[in-house]
T-cell receptor, first 113, second 112 residues
C-alpha cells in the first residue's frame, strides 16, 4: 500500500526566495508522480506530472524531480511570489491508467510580500 | 483548456437524505474517479471507474455509495443515506491512461 508523506507541513518564506517542497513515497513501483496546487476551498490544479521513466519536469518557475530508488520527489519553486501562496500536494500513481493516486498531506506555503 | 466540471458546487442536506453529485469528465478521457477531502484532512480515494464498471474502490466506498455513468458525458456519485461524517469536499477526476489526472473544482457537501 502506497504511503505518501510531505514535509514540511507549512512553510513561510519572503518573496523572491527559491524554495523546495519535499514528497516521500513508500512504494518505488510508482507509475507517475503528480504535483498539485490547492487554494483554500478550491479544487486541485495539476502543476506537473513526472512519469516513472523520467527524472524531472519543468514548467516556468517550477521544477519537479523524481528519484524512485530513494522514494522521493521534490518541487522547486524559483523566485517565489505572493501568488504562489497555496497548499501543494503530491500524489503517487499506481500502475495502469485506472489505478488510483495516493495523496500526501500537503505543504501549506505562504509567500510574504 | 478542457476541464472537469462538477455540480452542485455546494449542497446542504439533512442526515439520512440521498445526495447525487454530478460530474462531466473531459470528453476523450476513459478513466474516472471520485475522491473526497474532509476539512483539514488528506484527499482520499473513493472509487475508480473504467469501461462502465468500478475498477477499484476504497474501504470508504461502502454500500451507501454508488457511481453511474448514465450517458456518454455524465458521471455521478450517489450517497443513499447521508451521515454527518459524509460532510466533505467531493472531487471528480478523469484521465487518459497513465497521464495527468484532471480534477474538478469539487462539490462541498454539508450534512446537518
Amino acid at each position: 500500500k502506497q504511503e505518501v508523506t510531505q514535509i514540511p507541513a507549512a512553510l513561510s518564506v519572503p518573496e523572491g526566495e527559491n524554495l523546495v517542497l519535499n514528497c516521500s513515497f513508500t512504494d518505488s513501483a510508482i507509475y507517475n508522480l503528480q504535483w498539485f496546487r490547492q487554494d483554500p476551498g478550491k479544487g486541485l490544479t495539476s502543476l506537473l506530472l513526472i512519469q516513472s521513466s523520467q527524472r524531472e519536469q519543468t514548467s516556468g518557475r517550477l521544477n519537479a524531480s523524481l528519484d524512485k530508488s530513494s522514494g522521493r520527489s521534490t518541487l522547486y519553486i524559483a523566485a517565489s511570489q505572493p501568488g504562489d501562496s497555496a497548499t501543494y500536494l503530491c500524489a503517487g500513481g499506481g500502475s495502469g491508467g485506472y489505478q488510483k493516486v495516493t495523496f500526501g498531506t500537503g505543504t501549506k506555503l505562504q509567500v510574504i510580500p | 483548456e478542457p476541464e472537469v466540471t462538477q455540480t452542485p458546487s455546494h449542497q446542504v442536506t439533512q442526515m439520512g437524505q440521498e445526495v447525487i453529485l454530478r460530474c462531466v469528465p473531459i470528453s476523450n478521457h476513459l478513466y474516472f474517479y471520485w475522491y473526497r477531502q474532509i476539512l483539514g484532512q488528506k484527499v482520499e480515494f473513493l472509487v475508480s471507474f473504467y469501461n462502465n464498471e468500478i475498477s477499484e474502490k476504497s474501504e470508504i466506498f461502502d454500500d451507501q455509495f454508488s457511481v453511474e455513468r448514465p450517458d456518454g458525458s455524465n458521471f455521478t456519485l450517489k450517497i443513499r443515506s447521508t451521515k454527518l461524517e459524509d460532510s466533505a469536499m467531493y472531487f471528480c477526476a478523469s484521465t487518459e491512461s497513465g497521464n495527468t489526472i484532471y480534477f474538478g473544482e469539487g462539490s462541498w457537501l454539508t450534512v446537518v
